[in-house]
């Protein structure tokens, strides 16, 4: 894993602070823990984990066709169970005159 020394750091950083090894740390704890929040945030920003890739010109990637794909189908749904704007008129209602 490239991020080893960085991980070092990132825990190093930990231990200075609150005096506990990574063995005693949850992940949610670790991120919820204020006193950690500075080495986590520069762990992130140095390794890049969990940024997005950007798309390539031209190029789109799965999950934006398959979120195209779920999208275009809920529309068609939407429009299959749609009720029109406006109703036929009724042959009792149809003239005004009451002919």
Known sequence: MGWRPDLKILWA???KETRRWKSRWKTRDLLADGRCG????DFLSTTDVGRRVPAEEGAGS???EWELRECQEREE???AEALPLFLPT???MASADGD
């Not at 500075?38 to 945030?41: D, P, S």
Request: aromatic letters at 6%; hydrophobic letters at 40%.
């Open 90 to 92: 009724p042959p009792s």
């Open 38 to 41: 500075q080495a986590v945030l």
């Open 13 to 15: 950083e930990v231990w």
């Open 62 to 64: 799965e999950a934006s």
């Open 77 to 79: 749904k939407r429009e």
